[in-house]
Structures are given as structure tokens and as C-alpha cells.
């Protein structure tokens, strides 16, 4: 069997930087080269970044991506790498008419060249477009009609995007009906809990349906609220794993394998044309093989944890900060967020401020001051009492006013200092604070990056005593005080206050959050479920209810299955109330739909 | 030929408010009785309200639509209404399998019922699903495969719902081959400048094809971001308009038709099988005909403010809440969103706040009483200095830090007053100031709805003396100070401070924002308009820049052909600079691309 050096350049881009990502491109063809690689691949809209979102629709953006493929191809080339087949998802569009879904010519592609020699070999395009959960391809793109089977050393090597490895049929079996002896598909698959396993599973499955090795290469990094975790994979005809690569790394798998050699199968398969290139049809003189990475996985906090200090660098990186501001309030959450964010910029990138108030209590300044001294992170404390005075001797302010007052002067301070000093202003709320609108909006709500925005509160302590064990495995201090963990949550916005005055116990709220929100049950099934009828009313209630504070959230990390955000679309003005069980129209209601804001929080603003 | 009494209702539901629409609907269809309508016409989605996005999505929501549904069919035969048929848009799912996008049994539809003898005589679905601007369509729908053709009182009447009449083929086209007498369109269709025209055209052309008189329903009212802006329509067979409702407004537009008898024609076309019902097959005795309505149009600003004010009313009803704060800073921004609020809640209603500080001019706070005054809203004044050397006594803050710091005081203001006395804030940014990020979050940016948020700032000026103008033509007060209308717009920040400093003219601004934001033009064709280089390469840089501000910005209601929001969905991290013309690639850039805040402004925060 014909042998072949693959290389998958698992990379992390910059969406929109179509110039430094072809740079990076470049860098990455020359390493799989020094290596020997035949053939190197590198994700889904690598050249573009991805998502590229409207930038699809602009046609400067397309032409520029179309002409840099191009450039590319010259450029690989002229740096002597033109005997190297080099596969990369780009920007294009369709030359002709397309009436699958009615769009006209000119419509965007989500795309793949195969270049060598200098050349564009052949362009082809994502089939299966999806638009669910996070995605909005229906929008932008319109679908393939070709799989380009390219004949290299012998092979053929079949290339297919993304979704299309997801979807039943299509590509994947039109692989098989050409006969190709590999399937490479190129990704920009997201980062969510377990996506690994059901990856594995599917590449497993799709390797055996195509009758053929198959290859997958993923992006990695950070992108606005999504993280790419990498995780390509190569398995063998059965679904064996050859070689996996980290997850969110950088870097190249490379391994050799042994490939049927080409013959000629169909030319269409299902309304899908096999478009066949030969680069070349001599198999290469047989090598010895170079040894296969097979990466350890991640264990799920680890992957969490990963995935948020990644989506957090990215995003300050990329958009050309450094550092960043955040409220330490000796609560789990500032200081769990302190500690992703020392990993993720360096403590001395990280600057924590403590603003006590008359509520606050000795502990929790300690704790604040303690989560400093352990990190290293830049500390200071600023009171808030003269500008709560100030406030209060000019307007009166009471009850949930004055507490969203307090919140407000620390917002305020935050960005103060974020805008003299020139750093990011972090926010430190959890998933389920944000389900049911526990936070005050401009105040604790402010900021530039929510790192653990899609984090549930009972994994916030998960999360802070994992972080701290791998500390105490490597035999370092660990980051966060033992007192943040362990004492009950409290906003500290009036005396004695607990979380718990305004919210079930985590434990069991997360639980209601988790078939509510992720799964989108009813409360009927709630119920169903065994939660207590008026538990699951209330819940569901504060939930909606607080829609118009999660529209002025500022943007996190997705890790769940459903993050909030794009993933989960609902109306601000919403009159659905749910309160029977499902397949029984709702009890009668105000013509004008109440808003019920959970005590404690800052009512509707 | 055979006569009917249509009636088409032009009506403002709540999205998710099921059981209150229901309410809404059966009111209407008894109205409709009492003007002795044979057919009464509801627009698209009315039993649920539109858009009702992800709730598309929840099997308890979807149930109970479908349960509805055939209440509500009961309960009309129950008043004594089992003789009008009752054409209504509602939400139900596909009970075979869909293979067309490949979605399972079960998935959505954006439905259409023929309701009659207190049953569901037929039910069909959108076939054409939008998934561009603000429409998500694919996420939720599955298309229908059915034309309904409903025989009453001998005539055939087809149904087909919104975007089946924007689109080419499909059911215009299958409803002249099935011979319909009329083709009855139910919608939902959204406001923005001049849709009226093209709403117009449309339904002449369609009405052509077709060969038969075409009824056009739509909603009114606001919804988040949406303003729905009625304008139902009845053209002959030769596209002249027989009827036309007022926009904006409630009500019943009833007419008497005569339509050809009904004759057999196809059974399929194109794909798409005609699903014939009859209710009644005899004609009605002759009757003498009342005279339809034919409303005027509205004038360009009159469009505009008056959907405004509807966008802004409802979000405030529909969400419970019946007063409001605004910040009133003497200027025209201020001013104009606070006549807007005066007339979409009355005066009473309407809580301006002014907040000088040092660098307030007189004229600002002289203006801002004097708006005050002449409106009727109820004001206060709340002198900043106090809270601001608060803040300055105990952290530094100097240039942009200073100058947001005195924006977010005010915020804070109006959000503790709002907080303290149950009203939404609202913001009086507008849509230039939006594009370039001219502006401070958590300051002058607060509230729960911006009302000028999809206003060029040229268009304000125009809507301002408009809307004075109307005062004098009806011998009442304008409402906005001359004075804010023709001094130059100051943020007043610092000494002396103009936007001009930091911006080009308005005028400039407006015309490239037009094309750059509106148009997708990239610069390439904004240097090929006219525009100078340097120019647009910071107009440029500045809205690219300010995309992270947006994502926080309260909603306001879309009149426009884009907004900002769902409308144009671009990434915050995002290496793209346009900064050639169309078709060459960009010019080198550093990796890590730079966030240029334009002078003046917050920066990055």
C-alpha cells in the first residue's frame, strides 16, 4: 500500500485576519515540511478565522479571502514548498447559480482548496450547513456540490468540511462510492463539555461508513464566546485511533500511514459530483514510518478549566490588551475567576480590587486579601463608603436600590481604574447567577469578558478545588483561600444577607437549570422529574424574567451544551408563562405579563 | 360572481401570551361578526405572537399552541361564530417525517389554520423560510409542502403565509394553478422606511401572477426590537388597491369582494400538492356592499416617529412597566427620545433627570427645564459634583477616565431613581453615535430601551423639528427647545468640549455609515463614491472598533434597513481592516490586531 506523511496543523487564527493568518499558515507548512510531510491540512476557514459571521456578506472581505488563496499557493511555492499538497478551509464563492436554496450567484462558500505546485489545485465546499445551537450557516453560505477526490502519490484522498462528517449521508458516503482512500475533513468544531467523546464516537463511526482511514483537524483558541479545543484525530478504516492531538494546543500531528492505493470508483454519488485531480499517481519509495502522538484526554475539570483560561486569553489578546481589573470580593467567583486569570495572562497582568463596604464582612476582606498574597496578582482596596454617602445625601436610595447602589459605585471603580491604567474589566458572575438574574446590571454585571459566564455555581466549586488540588500535586500554594470555598455564598449587599434568602440551594437549582435551560424541558416535565411544583414555578419564573439582563451581559466562554448568548434566542417581551404541564394550554393571565424579579436582585431597569 | 365580506384584522398580540391573544383573537372575530364579515383574516403567527424565537423550540410551548389552536375553534362555534371562517396564523409541527432540510417529525412549523363550525377545517405552513436580516427562519421551521384552498360560499380561497409572497414560485405560482378566486395572505412583517412602497409592489405583482385579488394582513405593534407596522392591503386582480389599512394602527379593514366561482384547476404544482376543503359550496344571496377604506400614508418622518413611539410604548406595556427615567442633558438626543416618551406613555409618565456638572453650559440647563416645561414631564434636578469628588477623592481618574466617570454617575442616577420608583431608563444614544462607539457604557449608554437607537443622528434633527412642526400646525407647544435644536452637539465632558473634536460632521458621518453599515460597501467602493481615504479608513476603524459597546447597548426598535443587533451580526474579535479597495488583499497588519478608540471616548473597557 501506498505510503503518506500527513501532517494536521491544528493552529489557533484571528477571525478577520486574513493576512497574519496566512502568515501563520506559512509557518506551519514549513515545520510539517522540515518534518517530511506529504500532505498537510489545516482547518476549516483557517485562512478567514471562524466564524467570520456578516463578514461573509461583505464583498471586499470575500474577494480578499479568494485572491489570498491564491497568493498563498504562489507563495508556498516560491519558499520551495510546492511539492507539498496542502489543504486549507477558506473564504470562497459560488460561481454559478445556486437553486438548492435559492440564492443567487456570488453567494458565499464555506470552502476548501487543495494547493500544490503554486496552484489552486481544486475548490470545493461545505455541503451540510448548520444552523442550530450557535450556528447561523443558512445565513451566509450556500451548500457544495462536489467532493474533490485528489490523487496524490497513489492516493486518493477525498476532502470534506466539518458538518458534513455530522450529517447522515452526502459527503461521507459519497467518499466511499469514489473509492477514496482516506477522508480528510477539515473543522472549526467548538469546544462544549464531552464534545470529545462524541467526536471519537463519530469519527469512529464515519471512518467505518466511508470504508476508509479518516482524518480530522480542528481549530483551536478563542473567538468572542467560542473556544476550539482542537482534539484532531486520525483513526483507521475500523474506527481505531491512530493518533490524537491535545486538546487546545497548538501544534502538528503528524504520522504516517499506509493508504489503498487509488482506483477509480463513481463519479456521482447522490447528486453530489465526484470531482477527480490527479498531483500525482507514483506512490513514493517505501520510508520508515515516524511514530504516532496519541495525547491523553482531559479530565472534565481540567477541560473546563482549560477551555476558559484559553477563551479568556484569546479574547484579551486578540483584541490587543494585556491585563486586566477584577472585583475581589473573597467569594468564590471573583476568586476563581482571579485564579483563571493569573493562568491565563500572568498574575502580574492581573489586578484585583477589594472595595469593601459597611456590609462587608472581616472574612471576606481577609479572603480578597489572602486569594492576592496566594496569587501574586496587583492589589488594592478602595472603600466605597464616601461615594455611598455622597450618593445617598443627594438622592434617596432604599432597599434593593441602595444594594444595587453599592454594586454600581464597584462597577464604577473597576472601570474607572480599567480605563486610566488600560486593562479589561473582568466579570465575575456564574451561569447561575445569570439564569435567574441574581446580579445588578452596571454593577457587578460590568465588564469586558465574563470568564465564567456558561459555569454553573456547584461547578464554580468544583472548578476552585480541582484548580487547587493540581496546585498541591505540583507542590504549589494553592491559588484560592479554603475560606472562599467553603462559606456560604452572600451578595453582602445588607447585613446577614445569603444567597439562600433569594435562591433554592445551588445544588438543587442547578438541577432545575440544567433540564430548563440546556435541555428546554417544560414544566410539566419539571415536575414529572420530581421537583417540587412551586420550586420549578418560581425558577422559571426568575429564569424568564431575567432575559433583558442577560442581552446587556458581556460576552463568555460557551462550555455547556447551551451556553447563554446566541445558543439560546428568546424574547425580552415574552408572555409564555410556563405553569401546567406540558400539552395543556397555560392558566388564564394578565393581558399585560408581569415581570417578577427575584428578591434581593436588582429589579427590572 | 359569488360575494364575501372579508375582513382582515390588523392587530397587536404578545409574544408567548397565548391565552391573551386567544382572548384578542376571539374579540376581533366577534367585532368582524358584527360588521356581518364572512371571512375574518389574522396576521402570521397571531395565536403566538412573532418572532417567538427559541420558544419555537420547547415542546410544552408548541403543545400548547396546537391545543389552542382547537380551543379556540370550539369557542368561536360556542359565541355563535362557527359560521365565519376564520383564518388564523399559529405555531404547530410537521406530523411526518421532513425530508426536504432534514429535520425529524416533530420539528416546527410556521403555521396557517382554516377555522370554521368549531373545528380546524385545514392547516398548512409556511413553505419559505427567511434567514436573512432579522430573521432566523431555518433555526426554527421546517417549510410546508400543502397550498390550501379553501371553498367558501363558492369561492376558492388559497392561503399562504409572508414570505411565500416575497419569494419566486412556489405558492403564488401554485395558487394560479389551482384557479384560486382569492389568495389571502397572513404575515408578519416588520417595519422599516419605506417598506410601504415595496410592500406595495409586491402584492400588485403578486396579484397578477396569481390572477386574482390578493388580501394582505399584517401585525402592528412593537416587539423588542421589531415595530410591526400593519399596512394590510386588498388589490384586485390587477394590483389596484381596493383597501388599505392605516399603519400603525389597531383595527378591522372590511370590504366586499366579488371573486370568480370556484372551478377546479390542478391538484399539485411544482411539488406542492393543493390541499382543497370546502365549507360551503352556494354563493350568498346578492347584497349591497359597504365601501372599503383606503388610508393615506404617512410621511417620511411620521413613519419613523410614530413607529417609534409604538416600539417604545409596547416594550414598556408589554413588560409590565408604565413610566420612565431619562437623563435630559439640554441636548437634541435627550430631547428628542423624551417627546417621543411623552407621547408614547404621556407626560405623567415621562421622569427627566438633569444632572450638571462643572462643565454643564448654562444654555444645557436651561434647555433641558425648558423642555420640561413645555412637555409636562416631571423633573429634577441632581448636580453630579458631589459624587464626582467622591470618586476622585479616593482613586485617580484623569482625560477619558474623568469624562466616563462623569457619564456613569449619571447612569447610576437614573438607574437608583428608575430602581427606587419601578420605571425603565432609557437611553437617548442614536445610531451614528451607536456606529463609532461615541459614547460611555454604563453611562449615558443605561436603560432597558433606546428608543433613537436605530436613528442617524441627521435623521433626529430631522424628526425634531417634524415633530415641532406638527405643534404648530395643530396650535400647541413644540415640545423641543429651538435651542437644542441648533446649537452644536457637545457631549460636555470637558471644557469646551464639541463632537466635532472627535467626529467628522454629521452629515459626512451619516453618508459614509450609510453606505458602510447599510450597504456592506466596503472601503474599495466607498473611495469609488467620493469619500476621502483617510476619512473613511477612521470612520472605518472607529465602527469596527466599537462592535464590543453594541453588544451591551439596550435594544430599540429597527426602522432601518439594517440595525444594529440581529440585524448585522459581526464579531467582536475581529482582524479585519478594510483598508483597500475591493478585490486586493489588505495591507500587512500587525498580528494582534489594535482597538482604535476614537478620540474622546471610552476607550476598550
Given amino acids: 500500500m501506498p505510503q503518506i506523511r500527513l501532517a494536521l496543523a491544528q493552529l489557533n487564527v484571528t477571525v478577520g485576519d486574513i493576512a497574519g493568518n496566512a502568515d501563520t499558515i506559512v509557518r506551519w ?60 478551509g477558506y473564504l ?127 481549530l483551536v483558541g478563542g473567538q468572542d464566546e467560542l473556544v476550539f479545543d482542537g482534539d484532531s484525530i486520525v483513526v483507521d478504516e475500523q474506527g481505531d485511533v491512530l493518533a490524537r492531538a491535545p486538546q487546545f494546543s497548538e501544534g502538528l500531528l503528524t504520522l504516517d500511514l499506509d493508504l489503498a492505493s487509488g482506483a477509480h470508483g463513481q463519479d456521482h454519488y447522490a447528486g453530489i459530483r465526484i470531482d477527480r485531480s490527479v498531483i500525482s499517481e507514483t506512490p513514493l519509495a517505501r ?17 473546563i478549566y482549560t477551555a476558559i483560561v484559553t477563551g479568556l486569553r484569546d479574547y484579551v489578546h486578540k483584541n490587543g490588551f494585556s491585563s ?28 484585583g480590587i477589594s472595595n469593601p463596604s459597611r456590609y462587608s464582612s472581616e472574612h471576606s476582606k481577609d479572603d480578597a486579601a489572602e486569594l492576592a498574597r496566594r496569587t501574586g496578582l496587583n492589589y488594592r482596596v478602595i472603600a466605597i463608603e464616601p461615594m455611598v454617602s455622597a450618593f ?75 484548580r487547587n488540588q493540581v496546585a498541591r500535586d505540583m507542590g504549589e500554594t494553592p491559588p484560592i483561600p479554603e475560606s472562599s470555598i ?10 446577614g444577607q445569603l444567597d439562600t434568602d433569594s435562591l433554592p440551594p445551588y445544588d438543587l437549582l442547578d438541577d432545575i437549570l440544567d433540564d430548563y435551560v440546556e435541555q428546554d424541558a417544560g414544566s410539566g416535565e419539571l415536575i414529572a422529574a420530581g421537583f417540587e411544583p412551586a420550586l420549578v414555578e418560581r425558577v422559571i419564573r426568575m429564569v424568564d424574567a431575567a432575559e433583558y439582563k442577560r442581552r446587556q451581559y458581556p460576552p463568555g466562554p460557551k462550555i455547556s451544551f447551551k451556553a447563554f448568548g446566541r445558543d439560546r434566542r428568546l424574547p425580552i ?19 399585560v405579563p408581569e415581570k417578577v424579579a427575584p428578591p434581593g436582585e436588582a429589579p427590572r431597569t
Same sequence: chains 1, 2.
Avoid at 297 to 303: F, G, N, P, S, W
Avoid at 333 to 338: F, H, K, N, Y
Wanted: glycine content about 10%; charged content about 20%; some cysteine.
Fill in 573 to 591: 417581551t415574552n408572555g409564555w408563562r410556563e405553569t401546567s404541564p406540558a400539552g395543556t394550554p397555560p392558566a388564564a393571565q394578565p393581558p
Fill in 92 to 218: 470562497d464563492k459560488a460561481e454559478g447559480a445556486v437553486d438548492r436554496v435559492g440564492r443567487p450567484k456570488g453567494s458565499p462558500y464555506d470552502a476548501a482548496a487543495v494547493i500544490w505546485g503554486g496552484e489552486v489545485v481544486t475548490r470545493s465546499a461545505k455541503h451540510h450547513l448548520p444552523n442550530y445551537g450557535v450556528f447561523d450557516e443558512f445565513r451566509y453560505f450556500v451548500p457544495g456540490e462536489t467532493l474533490p477526490v485528489v490523487r496524490i502519490h497513489g492516493v486518493d484522498i477525498a476532502v470534506a468540511v466539518c458538518e458534513d462528517l455530522w450529517q447522515d449521508g452526502g459527503p461521507v458516503a459519497a467518499a466511499r462510492a469514489a473509492g477514496a482512500g482516506l477522508l480528510l475533513t477539515i473543522n472549526a468544531s467548538p469546544y462544549e463539555l464531552n464534545k470529545d467523546d462524541s467526536r471519537l464516537e463519530l469519527v469512529t463511526r464515519r471512518a467505518r461508513e466511508a470504508m476508509c482511514p479518516l482524518a480530522y483537524v480542528n
Fill in 486 to 495: 467553603v462559606k456560604p455564598p452572600s451578595a453582602e449587599l445588607r447585613p
Fill in 29 to 88: 507548512v514549513r515545520h510539517a515540511a522540515e518534518q517530511g510531510a506529504h500532505v498537510v491540512a489545516f482547518p476549516e476557514m483557517a485562512l478567514t478565522g471562524y466564524p467570520v459571521e456578516d463578514l461573509a456578506l461583505r464583498s471586499s472581505f470575500v474577494e480578499a479571502s479568494r485572491t489570498a488563496i491564491v497568493d498563498l499557493a504562489k507563495r508556498l511555492a516560491g519558499e520551495g514548498h510546492g511539492d507539498v499538497a496542502v489543504i486549507v
Fill in 287 to 303: 520510508y520508515a514510518p515516524v511514530p504516532a502522538g496519541l495525547a491523553p484526554r482531559l479530565e472534565d475539570e481540567a477541560e
Fill in 324 to 351: 486586566v481589573v477584577i472585583g475581589l470580593s473573597g467569594g468564590i467567583d471573583s476568586a476563581l475567576t482571579a485564579a483563571i486569570a493569573c493562568d491565563a495572562l500572568g498574575a502580574e497582568n492581573v489586578n
Fill in 392 to 466: 445617598l445625601g443627594n438622592v434617596e436610595l432604599t432597599g434593593v436600590a441602595e444594594e444595587n447602589l453599592q454594586a454600581r459605585i464597584r462597577g464604577m471603580l473597576w472601570m474607572g481604574v480599567a480605563n486610566q491604567e488600560n486593562h479589561l474589566v473582568l466579570a465575575a458572575g456564574n451561569k447561575s447567577e445569570l439564569a435567574v438574574g441574581y446580579s445588578t446590571m452596571y454593577g457587578d454585571a460590568v465588564g469586558a469578558f465574563a470568564p465564567l459566564k456558561d459555569v454553573p455555581k456547584t461547578y464554580v466549586w468544583r472548578l476552585a478545588r480541582w
